[in-house]
């Protein structure tokens, strides 16, 4: 029948139409450049120095090409973003004949979603940036690239690392990235509330506590003597409070983990837990989060915060009053502060090429070499003893006040799985200080959660 | 579900409906190959995009699946059901939860007087009672010993939250939700820009809708705390308290959500034929009488359509939670999916994640599947 | 002035509350309090995001801009790549969009006016597409476009998104409810299943329609996990990966304002959008009865 036909036709019309379109735009992306130029790379056998090599990052840090265009000096940088993206123009403007083409990032819940669908089936970064805590799952699944003696070769010294750095980036006595930075707990001080109650030392100097009793008793003088809240934390958005925890039982001398599995229900634990509760009702507020709390303290309203490093160098810019970054307090004995790592690392790749390879090398051994810029310009603490004992360093704003978390941070055990294990500990900790619930409990249920994450 | 108008018509016009081709009328082959053509299109996408993966996905449920590692993928069979249902040492209680029990073992008084009004057939209430008496009689007894642990110690609370949900925000979105649809089907200038205000929050994605109410909720920097203190009174953490937390979430999700609905019902106000409204006027029939015998009769099919959209997004709720609590404080607003997530791409165990969510899967076909049953028996 | 709480019949002097005025009153009253609690959210987010970063590091709690500026939506407007990313998301979301509302529409047809074979175990089969956990699902279909070597295209945004049960339920609920007369009535003429849906069942379910492109083109818009997974270059990302990958470490704390502002861009395509289709879900004329 003629409408049939009629219709038959519109129906491929159609059909036809909607194929035009995909294919349309399979033209668009096609035209983009390509993050890695293998062409390039298999044409030639000889002087690959003059060859263009292209790389591609995966960073998280965010994304600040539009203040950062065009710029190679990295003292204009005023955050973690800038910072990395001004050293990344740098390199590319320099005629090695590679290019690092940063490929989009997230901000760190996302960013290792997106690396582990890579590593699952797709292209995977020839650089990333990876934190200690996460390094086990990866290199334990065997993806990403020994590369000590290759960065050796680059002349990167291994022996100017940190105790602390060396060991973020080691499994299984092997190296398996080039440490970026430490960062880790600071006790950051509103020195003026501390100077109203009378607990500094003739220098001006905050005085830490050095027992459980000391530091309640500091509590107290500070918030009789100005009405201001002494303690302030994220108490439980991030897992600030199980860092403090970690903290606190490092300093018993107490350990969490000996990498099978978990140890929390010790009497280290229950002390730690009954010291951060005290806290809690006594000294703070536990309502709040991390944006509450440091606007809190940015406000002039909190004596101690505890936070990271990252955020030094920003305090120090924005605090109405006179402010301090410290270590830890010693309160039981030991040195005990938690800390984290970034670093550099290499995924292994499914069909290596040998160009990329030495490309990514070049580029890693380059940010080794900038770790202090990196570190002046973010408040993290540097890996490498050359650059802490350097001038730029030491005399960049409060480095000073906390050097001896340089040397002390540790880092969690680096054991696969560890992710939820964290968690798990978070959740039970924050139990305790803001559902109320049982401390014996929550450290019972803590460790079994944990080792359930461990075990698998 | 009711789509078959026009094949109960087609019945009554004498039609065959059987299966097999053998006696099919030349009208019903030709039928048939209408009906593929139109589906062809469609189905092709859904079978490679859809079908497979879910397939795959079952496949990977019977496996230790590593996300990331090849060589740490071995068959394990029905371990990881095992895991998410069981714990050690389990033991059978008649008091265990006893309270909840107790709550669901009552949904058989309204099935028995249903099948009593004839609402619903011998046949239909016996497999209602016996699952009823099956999982709250039978299955919620089970629990695992004094000092021993469920082997997955968060499923169960992650599936209680999310039926707490489900049970929370359904009734309250959908009602509001047509509530709002009927107060704004009509034509008119502030209609417009109202209907625009309700909708808008729809449009906000996740992230920032999880930023605002984040920070409207929170007692010392958000808006509602502002509130509160103004009025003499000591501002709630919505957030941080285990029993407000998740109604604050189930708030959000109306405040984000329930344009959805609206949108929906508006549609299907549009289908009810206006002289209906007309007659009934001339009769002298009240708003209300007009309401529960022309607007929700008319409404019935995009009622069904909207409820079981409604407890299907319901079961699937991730985003705002994961976001705005990450399932604290202390586990009251972990929710299924989340645990699904953490598992899958947190513990690189895709296997088991994989077989969680062909747990949620299964659950919500059953419902649904109640559901559209329990319409078709309502239309007839 | 007398006002009186009892309803008096007959008199029609003064202001009286009558059950019919307290309705009304109340209904006036119950959508002003909706409309604000509505509102005052949307007000928030647009002030924050006409605040400045570094203020609102303390105050938060102003339906007024803290220091008021316009940097953050500058920042974002400016940025290299946002016309691009908003380039991308028009695209995928237009073509995810149209291709969606075809099949659906033709997928819901079969299944509301065609009585054939196996519709009863088909049918089901599509719905409980509906219910499989979105997030499950990424892996495998993550792997099945590496494979493919189609990541990073516009055609893997687009293809696994037009496979939309949700369509296919919208528009078989609706083209159900139309009655038989309409369809009868065309047959009569000789027309076949293409020319009834084309010329009749289409115009008839613009409302389903626009509904259901609404959606569809708002789900798209905002969809982030896949597009994060499968577009990782950042030519290719689209407006919503892209600025959430602006994002810094902690950005809550350090730069509200801009984070709202980059919400407000993000979102103000869409809602334009609805004010311009609204109307099509809201005919006031009916269409049930066969008027055309």
């Known amino acids: 029948m003629e409408k049939s036909r009629e219709s038959w036709k519109r129906f491929l019309a159609l059909g036809a139409a909607g194929a035009f379109i995909l294919a349309g735009c399979a033209g668009a992306p096609a035209e983009e450049p390509e993050a890695g130029s293998s062409d390039d790379s298999s044409a030639e056998d000889t002087a690959a120095a003059t060859e263009e090599v292209t790389i591609s990052l995966a960073r998280f840090f965010g994304d600040c090409d539009d203040t950062t265009e065009g710029v190679t000096d990295v003292s204009q940088a005023t955050s973690e973003c800038e910072v990395i993206q001004i050293l990344t123009n740098a390199f590319n403007a320099e005629d090695n004949g590679i290019t690092v083409e940063k490929l989009g990032g997230q901000a760190w819940g996302d960013y290792y979603t997106q690396l582990s669908t890579t590593f699952a089936g797709g292209d995977r970064p020839d650089v990333a940036v990876m934190h200690q805590h996460r390094l086990p799952d990866y290199v334990g699944r065997g993806l990403l690239t020994p590369v000590g003696e290759l960065l050796a070769e680059k002349g990167v010294d291994y022996a100017d690392f940190t105790a602390p750095a060396l060991g973020a980036v080691t499994y299984e006595d092997e190296y398996y990235g080039v440490p970026f930075d430490i960062h880790g707990s600071l006790w950051h001080v509103n020195v003026d509330l501390f100077t109203e109650a009378g607990l500094v030392d003739a220098n001006g100097v905050p005085v830490a506590a050095t027992s459980a009793e000391e530091l309640i008793e500091q509590c107290q003088a500070v918030q009789e003597a100005t009405g201001k809240q002494f303690f302030a934390q994220d108490w439980f958005e991030f897992g600030v409070g199980a860092r403090l925890f970690l903290g606190l039982v490092w300093q018993q001398g107490g350990e969490l983990s000996d990498g099978q599995t978990a140890t929390v229900d010790t009497p280290e634990g229950a002390e730690a837990l009954r010291l951060m509760n005290e806290l809690a009702t006594e000294c703070s507020n536990p309502e709040q989060g991390y944006t509450d709390s440091q606007a809190a303290f940015l406000a002039g309203d909190v004596a101690v915060l505890h936070n990271g490093t990252w955020v030094v160098d920003q305090y120090n810019r924005e605090a109405p009053f006179t402010y301090m970054a410290m270590d830890i307090p010693s309160i039981y004995g030991g040195f005990g502060s938690w800390g984290d790592s970034h670093m550099w690392v290499m995924p292994l790749q499914e069909n290596p090429d040998p160009a990329r390879q030495d490309a990514a090398l070049e580029f890693m051994a380059y940010l080794a070499e900038n770790v202090g810029n990196w570190a002046i310009g973010t408040g993290h603490i540097a890996p490498r003893t050359s650059v802490i004992a350097s001038e730029a360093y030491t005399s960049a704003p409060q480095r000073s006040n906390y050097a001896a978390t340089a040397d002390n941070a540790r880092m969690v055990p680096t054991v696969a799985g560890w992710a939820g294990a964290w968690d798990a500990l978070a959740e039970e900790l924050n139990a305790t200080w803001i559902a109320d619930k049982a401390q014996s409990q929550a450290l019972i249920d803590a460790e079994a959660r944990m080792n359930e994450a461990l075990a698998e | ?380 | 002035m007398t006002i009186s709480l009892q309803p008096t019949r007959g008199s029609r002097r003064g202001h009286q509350i009558t059950p019919r005025r307290l309705r009304r009153g109340l209904f006036l009253g119950v959508m002003t309090v909706a409309a604000m609690v509505w509102i005052v959210p949307l007000v928030w987010m647009f002030s924050l995001a006409l605040s400045s970063n570094t203020a609102l590091q303390t105050t938060t709690t102003s339906l007024v801009p803290v220091a008021f500026t316009l940097e953050n939506f500058v920042a974002v407007l400016q940025g290299g790549l946002t016309p691009r990313w908003l380039l991308n998301s028009v695209i995928v979301t237009g073509v995810t969009t149209l291709l969606t509302l075809l099949l659906s529409a033709m997928a819901g047809y079969a299944f509301a006016r065609i009585p054939f074979t196996g519709k009863r175990i088909v049918y089901p089969l599509v719905l409980a597409g509906l219910m499989v956990p979105r997030e499950a699902m990424i892996v495998p279909l993550f792997l099945m476009f590496a494979e493919a070597d189609l990541h990073n295209t516009y055609q893997a945004l687009i293809l696994p998104r037009i496979a939309a049960p949700l369509g296919v339920f919208i528009m078989t609920q609706f083209m159900a409810a139309i009655p038989l007369e309409t369809e009868e009535a065309a047959r009569v003429d000789g027309a076949n299943h293409w020319t009834i849906f084309w010329r009749i069942f289409l115009p008839m379910s613009v409302p389903a329609l626009t509904a259901l492109g609404i959606f569809t083109y708002i789900l798209t818009w905002n969809d982030f996990l896949w597009p994060l997974v499968s577009a990782t270059e950042r030519e290719m990302f689209t407006i919503t990966t892209g600025l959430a990958s602006l994002q810094g470490n902690f950005a809550q704390a350090t730069e509200l304002g801009s984070l709202m502002a980059r919400g407000v861009v993000a979102s103000l395509p869409l809602l334009i959008l609805f004010l311009i289709f609204q109307r099509q879900l809201v005919r006031g004329i009916s269409i049930g009865s066969g008027n055309k």
């Not at chain 2, 989340?338 to 899958?344: C, L, P, S």
């Open chain 2, 1 to 380: 579900m009711s789509v078959s108008v026009a094949e109960e018509r087609s019945v009554e016009a004498g039609h065959s409906l059987s299966v097999g081709t053998r006696n099919l009328s030349g009208r019903h082959r030709s039928a048939n190959r209408w009906a593929w053509l139109f589906l062809s299109p469609f189905l092709a996408v859904y079978v490679i995009f859809l079908l497979y993966p879910i397939g795959q996905g079952v496949f990977m449920g019977f496996f230790s699946w590593d996300l990331l590692a090849i060589d740490r993928r071995e068959f394990v069979g029905w371990d990881n059901y095992v895991r998410m249902f069981w714990g050690e040492n389990m033991t059978w209680d008649p008091g265990h939860l006893l309270a909840w029990r107790i709550c669901g073992l009552s949904i058989l008084l309204p099935v028995v007087v249903a099948w009593q009004r004839r609402r619903i057939s011998g046949v239909t209430t016996t497999w209602l009672s016996l699952a009823l008496v099956g999982i709250f009689g039978v299955a919620m007894g089970f629990h695992p010993a004094e000092g021993s642990r469920w082997l997955d110690s968060q499923f169960w609370l992650a599936f209680g939250n999310t039926i707490a949900f489900v049970l929370m925000s359904t009734p309250l979105i959908v009602g509001v939700g047509l509530g709002l649809a009927l107060a704004l089907n009509r034509a008119g200038r502030w209609v417009g820009l109202l209907r625009t205000l309700f909708f808008a929050p729809y449009v906000l994605s996740v992230a920032v809708l999880t930023l605002i109410w984040a920070f409207l909720l929170n007692p010392q920097l958000g808006l509602i705390g502002a509130l509160t203190t103004w009025l003499g009174q000591e501002p709630i953490s919505w957030l941080t308290s285990t029993s407000l937390a998740m109604p604050a979430i189930v708030v959000t999700t109306l405040w984000w959500t329930v344009g959805f609905n609206v949108v929906l019902f508006l549609a299907g106000l549009q289908d009810i034929d206006q002289s209906l409204y007309d007659a009934a006027a001339t009769d002298g029939a009240g708003s209300l009488s007009r309401f529960w015998n022309i607007t929700m009769p008319g409404l019935a099919r995009t009622t069904l359509l909207v409820l079981v959209l409604q407890v299907i997004a319901s079961f699937q709720i991730f985003g705002q939670v994961f976001i705005m609590t990450r399932g604290g404080p202390n586990g009251a607003t972990r929710v299924s999916i989340q645990h699904i997530y953490e598992a899958g791409f947190r513990d690189f165990e895709l296997g088991y994640a994989s077989a969680m969510s062909v747990f949620l899967f299964l659950v919500m076909i059953a419902i649904s599947a109640l559901q559209f049953r329990f319409q078709r028996k309502a239309e007839s």
